[in-house]
């Protein structure tokens, strides 16, 4: 076991911060006397998402707990859900059958023990308690918090400024929250910086439960590949921890310059210092933009795909976007050994004597997402049918099984001609 | 029956708001063509209260409508009292046991049936289905109202705006007062003009469950003998349903000129067009108001202790306050029949050789709240002992079985020497 300060050290990197520090400092050296983990929770949604690098930041720290001997708690909010995310109002949607939720928790974990150690790590759901509770009881943890407090939560305070309806549902929620906390008597609980006020609610009822509070620690929440918005799904800017190595790499490589240093710190596994290197040399211009990009986009594929993936990954990138000796992108991926172009089925019925639009082509096999989108790439002259450039819109072509369309440099599909 | 007509005339006469006006119409065409009563539902609190004139205002607009033949159900919020009155944070008060509420609710009904019919009443409690809620159907409900509505409320502006503090769960009353409604399914709810939110909250509770909502009803507060705040036993500015009908009756003679019409409207069964005889006779000055206090006092003391009574305490008053013929105060209450003065016991131990301190016998009667009110009240030649006047702040004195205190004109004690 790692002294009090070697984990501090690891436990504080990167951490946007920790609430209290000596808190922390107490609870791990009680620890490493007796020999007790501390109890880390992080809470789940129970839907079934695609978890992406913004995830892999808590995850990752997470992965740290375990690694220096600690009990990571990964709390499913199963109930929360069968009432609805506040923010979306939708409180009649249907309450999700336990099989579901179930299956959920598997989509969710088949994903996180990428990161996390799957021994050490227990799973709970939020529904054993709160099912049980009574009107009584969450009046009386109602009664812990005044309202005001809940206005000062950044995104309450700036709906109600705007006049954005705010459930009182709502304002239950960080309470339910914080209560998992004393039901789970957890000594850590970490989450991205948005959740601080719901996590900071947990300590006010763990002390209220005569629990020693929690010690919250918030994280930085990863920009997406736009370098802007937050990483999520909905904003479509972001890096699936199941995306194929090619698909990683390649969106890490589109991110801006800017947050480079930003996804070296947050989402490699590079010690700090090789950081702090790398900034100072792209600072002083002694290290190449585009090769540390390369870089990063290796580090992150071989977390999650290995070395072997990330070298290849790294080829197909290059053959798509470096101009070799007069090949084509398609002959030079030919020469990557494992790649594989991904496949789409165009059925038959599509075709109508044989041939089929070219612009249906685009659409079907998601190269375009309408028509028009369609129409304006081939007059950007940017699609090619095996290697040869589409130059009208109005084209119906004959494909065969096989056939490559290639939509700008990096985008490839290989044509299944299907039943 | 009474038609729909003559039963709006009777329940409008006084109603602060009907809201809305033409619903309650419609209800009472129902009733009146369906023969069946409407369902009128009026919230108590399950503490053992003194009701007094202020209670009264809705208590006699119920009894009007059990007179039309409708249907009063009084509500005991007991379990409202298990969290504690919002308004004085104090949640962790101990549940009060069922026999407790039990209790302080037949305190409640034996007061409230010197008005209510007590055939036509019907008792609910509101544990009954509060005590099988779960947290899911809290945050149903609680989704129904957003933070700015509820911070609409009057009290929760205002303390808002001055940052007193609002517990969490204060916002789960007028949802709680609401869904009351729904399980009582009630037609009409009643209530002081500081009940309007939470009645109305009963309306959009009913329309989510898919009844007809509830006609709201708001009466004015009756101001206490001050004239100025609400009457209530805190403020120590009420008369009491209960109290003895000398005091009473002197009670009433004590309100500023001022608020008589208020009185006569509020607290008694005078017809709408005796009232506008006598408003119109004391502004024109033809009617004196000393003489129309008078009848206010006799009429109110009629209705809850009936007309032998209210002509004695006329008496009392009447002896206490005009000088007749050189007979002291207490030689004209000896004429009265059926008279008592109250008796107090002033305990042995009270006394030194004999004697006690004339201060000590004024506070140990209630005659003076503190020592210090005592002696002005002696400096101010207030106080006779036996019709004669006490002159010394310092006199210890041998008082009797049976001798008489008397502080101002009004206020009488009989001493009794107890072991």
Same mark, same amino acid.
Request: proline residues 5%; hydrophobic residues 40%; contains cysteine.
């Given at each position: 076991?790692k ?7 690891i436990?504080? #990197?990167e951490?946007?911060? %920790?609430l209290?520090?000596?808190?922390l ?9 007796s &020999? ?33 001997g600690?009990e990571?708690?990964?709390?499913i909010?199963?109930f929360? $859900?069968?009432i609805?995310?506040?923010?979306e109002?939708?409180?009649t ?10 299956e959920?928790?598997q989509?969710?974990?088949? #994903? ?13 759901y ?5 099912a ?17 407090r809940?206005?000062?939560r ?7 400024a ?10 239950l ?12 008597k957890?000594d ?12 900071? $609610?947990?300590?006010?009822?763990q ?28 904003q479509g ?16 490589m ?12 947050? $989402?490699?596994?590079?010690p ?11 600072a002083e ?11 990063? $986009?290796?580090?992150i594929?071989?977390?999650?795909h &290995? ?6 990954a ?19 991926l ?12 165009l059925?038959?019925q599509?075709f ?27 007059? #950007? ?22 056939? %490559?369309? #290639?939509?700008g440099?990096?985008r ?8």
């Amino acid at each position: 076991m790692k002294t009090v300060q070697e984990q501090l050290e690891i436990i504080c #990197q990167e951490a946007e911060e %920790i609430l209290p520090l000596e808190e922390l400092q107490e609870k791990l050296e009680r620890s490493v006397a007796s &020999g007790l983990p501390l109890r880390i929770k992080y809470g789940v949604d129970p839907t079934a998402p695609d978890l992406h690098l913004g995830h892999a930041v808590p995850l990752r720290k997470l992965r740290e707990f375990q690694d220096l001997g600690h009990e990571v708690i990964l709390l499913i909010g199963d109930f929360t $859900a069968r009432i609805g995310d506040p923010s979306e109002r939708s409180i009649t949607r249907p309450q999700l059958p336990p099989e579901i939720i179930e299956e959920n928790a598997q989509t969710y974990t088949d #994903q996180a023990f990428k990161i996390l150690d799957k021994d050490k790590t227990t799973i709970e759901y939020n529904s054993n308690w709160f099912a049980k509770m009574s009107f009584e009881d969450v009046l009386k943890l109602a009664a812990q918090f005044t309202v005001a407090r809940l206005l000062e939560r950044d995104d309450f305070a700036s709906r109600y400024a705007q006049e954005i309806p705010i459930g009182l549902h709502e304002f239950l929620y960080p309470i339910m929250q914080g209560y998992d906390s004393v039901a789970l008597k957890s000594d850590v609980e970490l989450g991205g910086t948005d959740q601080k006020f719901n996590m900071l $609610a947990g300590r006010d009822l763990q002390k209220y439960f005569g629990q020693e509070p929690q010690v919250v620690i918030t994280l930085p929440i990863l920009e997406g590949v736009d370098g802007v918005k937050r990483m999520s799904k909905s904003q479509g800017n972001y890096i699936g921890l199941t995306e194929p190595p090619e698909e990683m790499f390649g969106k890490v490589m589109s991110i801006p310059d800017s947050i480079m240093i930003r996804y070296f710190k947050l $989402a490699t596994c590079l010690p700090e210092e090789e950081v702090k290197r790398i900034e100072k040399g792209l600072a002083e211009g002694s290290l190449h933009p585009a090769e540390i990009k390369r870089r990063l $986009a290796r580090e992150i594929v071989t977390i999650y795909h &290995g070395k072997e993936a990330a070298d290849r990954a790294q080829k197909v990138f290059d053959a798509k976007f470096k101009k070799v000796s007069g090949k084509t992108a398609v002959e030079q991926l030919a020469t990557i050994e494992g790649f594989e172009i991904p496949e789409v089925v165009l059925p038959k019925q599509l075709f109508e004597s044989g041939k089929i639009w070219v612009v249906k082509i685009l659409t079907h096999c998601g190269l375009a997402k309408t028509n028009s989108e369609g129409r304006r790439l081939i007059q #950007q002259r940017a699609v090619r049918i095996n290697n040869e450039l589409v130059t009208s819109v109005d084209l119906d072509i004959a494909v065969s099984d096989g056939d %490559i369309v #290639q939509v700008g440099k990096r985008r490839l599909v290989r044509l299944r001609i299907g039943n």
